[in-house]
């Protein structure tokens, strides 16, 4: 069971390489431990100073193509995966040092962030972790998009979509955080886009990084991967995926059951605003021996 008293780092940094999908450009990229109480911060190395962004929903300055935090000028892009990775893991604290300003796709999926970290392994901090537990529902709709989150005392996000694809139609996944299923269930389900549409990017200089070895592509009727899906419902895992980053940027962990129908990451970063503005409908809370 994976409801943790105490706050996580890594046992041992690591390292890896890999190009931005929208930039195209090669950055190096190195996770390292950190203290209690530190969270989970980005440094630009490449930058004077090496200035660092924290990953919470206050520093995003850009939704559209992928989340983006920015502090003080300096910006990171594409965040979203590795933040899955820290929070289906359940590390509190950690310094990523980049050498650019987006983040590397690897292989679409947070595969290598996941087996990297667990390769470098957990400790263990001497200071409790705070949970954001929410007291009352809260929820934001907008035409079919929506975003429930009803008390709970554990951490499940289950993901409604619905596109128009023979091969996706309508999925629906469910991660219950006690479960400790993300490193194989939820880290290798790859993003998703329209062949056409990345097409269209790269005419906009974006994608530029973008290939059948950073996602799947998808036609009219069918994928362009010749090796296929890794789970049938590899879309909606995607999803949950993407949705476990966006919501890691409160930046605490969550006691909450939370749906979503539709959303993305503009829809999501909506739902936090939404969330921590009303304060009467959570709490900080730690949890004693007893909870567990
Ligand atoms: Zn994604």
Excluded at 72 to 91: C, D, K, N, P, R
Excluded at 151 to 180: G, K, W, Y
Excluded at 255 to 281: P, Q, R, V, W, Y
Aim: charge should be negative; hydrophobic fraction near 40%; aromatic fraction near 8%.
């Amino acid at each position: 069971m994976t409801i943790y008293m105490k706050q996580r780092t890594l046992a041992k940094p690591f390292s890896c390489s890999g190009t931005g999908v929208h930039s195209g450009v090669r950055v190096n990229l190195t996770i390292q431990p950190a203290p209690a109480n530190h969270g989970i911060r980005f440094q630009r190395s490449d930058l004077p100073d090496s200035p660092t962004i924290g990953a919470f929903f206050r520093n995003v300055v850009d939704t559209s193509l992928a989340t983006v935090i920015g502090q003080e000028g300096a910006i990171v892009s594409t965040i979203e995966h590795l933040m899955a990775a820290f929070s289906g893991l359940s590390i509190d604290n950690a310094l990523v040092t980049i050498d650019g300003y987006e983040m590397p796709i690897m292989d679409g999926s947070a595969r290598v962030f996941a087996q990297g970290i667990m390769e470098a392994g957990t400790v263990e901090q001497d200071k409790p972790r705070s949970y954001l537990a929410i007291t009352e529902k809260v929820e934001i709709v907008e035409g079919d998009k929506r975003v429930t989150a009803v008390p709970s005392d554990h951490f499940s996000i289950t993901c409604n979509i619905a596109f128009n694809h023979p091969m996706i139609n309508e999925q629906s996944v469910t991660l219950d955080m006690r479960d400790n299923t993300f490193l194989e269930t939820i880290s290798p389900a790859r993003t998703f886009g329209f062949y056409r549409d990345i097409k269209m990017l790269k005419l906009y200089g974006l994608g530029r990084g973008a290939d059948l070895g950073t996602g799947i592509a998808l036609t009219d009727d069918g994928i362009m991967n010749e090796d296929g899906l890794r789970f049938p419902d590899e879309f909606v895992r995607h999803k949950l995926l993407d949705c476990l980053g966006d919501f890691s940027l409160l930046g605490m962990p969550i006691l909450a059951d939370i749906t979503t129908n539709k959303s993305g990451h503009a829809f999501n970063h909506a739902f936090l605003e939404t969330l921590f503005g009303n304060k009467g409908a959570w709490e900080t809370r730690t949890l004693e021996s007893k909870a567990l």
